[in-house]
């Protein structure tokens, strides 16, 4: 491929919550002009005047590059590259708005990360059915362990890009790459984004296990068992085993399940002690994946064959009010096996 300018570039990052924001504000750090739009009136309008998401991500100075709008055909219009960060289950709708405006030339990056309740879909599958028009290798998906609070902090992250199309996948590398965020490059977009997805609902198993006070050692099989089945999950449905090795895999799965930022390790703690899945969710602002998240794993892993106990005990807290104690007991007193899977 031929060296990348990325000067003149016309970009657009869809969704203006802390992840948009902060990926938005690394672009217009890179010196790309960003046009952002937010669904929120009051997002648009505190960035214009204040230069600040204090919705999402306050504390924070914006790049002046960056403009904001509720405008998505302005946002979306003759851009080389639209950036999507919206919650999964909006991803849909968005999506299908955006392939009314945008050019054969525009690349799309999937920053959401989600299973689609009803269809089984990962973001990129749901980009795909809502803009059909769309090339294939037009498409890219980033996921890494990279909370938005430090990437817009610049502390050093890293984090994988995946794209069928290797020369999609370095046009976005070099696009995002900085000297506190570096970008590898990946084919595997199915591992990709499915350990970028069920990591947040095993961080909400160990956020349970930290608001039960178990202790280090729970947490740290939680999280090893947890990849165990993450990584089943990818095999069926043809990941690179590698994949789950790597930043997409048990780097983001590491970060969801013991930082303090995770807002769904945040909702699992909050569950672990004794608050109820709907009165965690209305003091919430910002979306905790997961919870939807843990609905989709579950009916898909059922439906494939594929064993998942801990996001299937998960499930079972999240929607039918089996006790975080009598989940525990249930994970350690099933029969016991071979470390090791046979199949997978």
């Given at each position: 491929?031929?060296?990348?300018?990325?000067?003149?570039?016309?970009?657009?990052?869809?969704?203006?919550?802390?992840?948009?924001?902060?990926?938005?504000?690394?672009?217009?750090?890179?010196?790309?002009?960003?046009?952002?739009?937010?669904?929120?009136?009051?997002?648009?309008?505190?960035?214009?005047?204040?230069?600040?998401?204090?919705?999402?991500?306050?504390?924070?100075?914006?790049?002046?590059?960056?403009?904001?709008?509720?405008?998505?055909?302005?946002?979306?219009?003759?851009?080389?590259?639209?950036?999507?960060?919206?919650?999964?289950?909006?991803?849909?709708?968005?999506?299908?708005?955006?392939?009314?405006?945008?050019?054969?030339?525009?690349?799309?990056?999937?920053?959401?990360?989600?299973?689609?309740?009803?269809?089984?879909?990962?973001?990129?599958?749901?980009?795909?059915?809502s803009i059909p028009e769309m090339d294939n290798h037009s498409l890219?998906?980033?996921?890494?362990?990279?909370?938005?609070?430090?990437?817009?902090?610049?502390?050093?992250?890293?984090?994988?890009?995946?794209?069928?199309?290797?020369?999609?996948?370095?046009?976005?590398?070099?696009?995002?790459?900085?000297?506190?965020?570096?970008?590898?490059?990946?084919?595997?977009?199915?591992?990709?984004?499915?350990?970028?997805?069920?990591k947040n609902v095993i961080a909400i198993a160990s956020g349970i296990?930290?608001?039960?006070?178990?202790?280090?050692?729970?947490?740290a099989a939680l999280i090893t068992r947890g990849l165990t089945e993450?990584?089943?999950?990818?095999?069926?449905?043809?990941?690179?085993?590698?994949?789950?090795?790597?930043?997409?895999?048990?780097?983001?799965?590491?970060?969801?399940?013991?930082?303090?930022?995770?807002?769904?390790?945040?909702?699992?703690?909050?569950?672990?002690?004794?608050?109820?899945?709907?009165?965690?969710?209305?003091?919430?602002?910002?979306?905790?994946?997961?919870?939807?998240?843990?609905?989709?794993?579950?009916?898909?892993?059922?439906?494939?064959?594929?064993?998942?106990?801990?996001?299937?005990?998960?499930?079972?807290?999240?929607?039918?009010?089996?006790?975080?104690?009598?989940?525990?007991?249930?994970?350690?007193?099933?029969?016991?096996?071979?470390?090791?899977?046979?199949?997978?």
């Open positions: 491929m031929n060296e990348i300018n990325i000067e003149n570039l016309k970009t657009g990052v869809v969704g203006a919550g802390s992840w948009g924001t902060a990926l938005a504000n690394l672009l217009a750090l890179n010196g790309l002009k960003v046009d952002l739009w937010a669904y929120e009136p009051d997002v648009v309008e505190q960035i214009q005047v204040n230069r600040e998401n204090k919705f999402f991500l306050p504390g924070f100075p914006l790049s002046d590059k960056i403009f904001p709008t509720n405008d998505l055909e302005k946002a979306v219009s003759d851009k080389d590259l639209v950036t999507i960060v919206v919650p999964s289950h909006f991803v849909r709708n968005i999506a299908g708005d955006i392939g009314k405006f945008i050019s054969k030339k525009t690349k799309i990056v999937s920053a959401s990360k989600g299973i689609e309740n009803k269809t089984h879909l990962t973001m990129s599958g749901v980009i795909h059915e890219a998906v980033l996921s890494g362990p990279s909370f938005a609070r430090e990437v817009i902090a610049k502390v050093p992250t890293v984090v994988t890009v995946a794209s069928h199309d290797s020369e999609t996948a370095r046009f976005v590398q070099h696009v995002f790459a900085a000297p506190h965020f570096r970008v590898y490059t990946s084919h595997d977009v199915v591992g990709v984004e499915l350990g970028g997805s069920v296990v930290d608001g039960l006070n178990l202790g280090l050692n729970t947490r993450i990584r089943r999950l990818g095999l069926k449905l043809g990941a690179n085993a590698r994949t789950f090795s790597g930043l997409a895999g048990i780097g983001d799965l590491l970060l969801t399940c013991t930082g303090d930022l995770s807002r769904n390790h945040t909702v699992g703690k909050k569950i672990g002690e004794g608050m109820k899945l709907k009165d965690i969710l209305s003091e919430m602002r910002m979306v905790a994946e997961g919870v939807r998240t843990a609905k989709s794993v579950y009916n898909l892993s059922r439906k494939i064959g594929v064993e998942m106990p801990i996001s299937h005990a998960t499930y079972h807290m999240l929607y039918e009010d089996l006790s975080p104690a009598d989940a525990v007991y249930q994970l350690m007193t099933r029969d016991l096996r071979h470390e090791l899977d046979d199949t997978y």
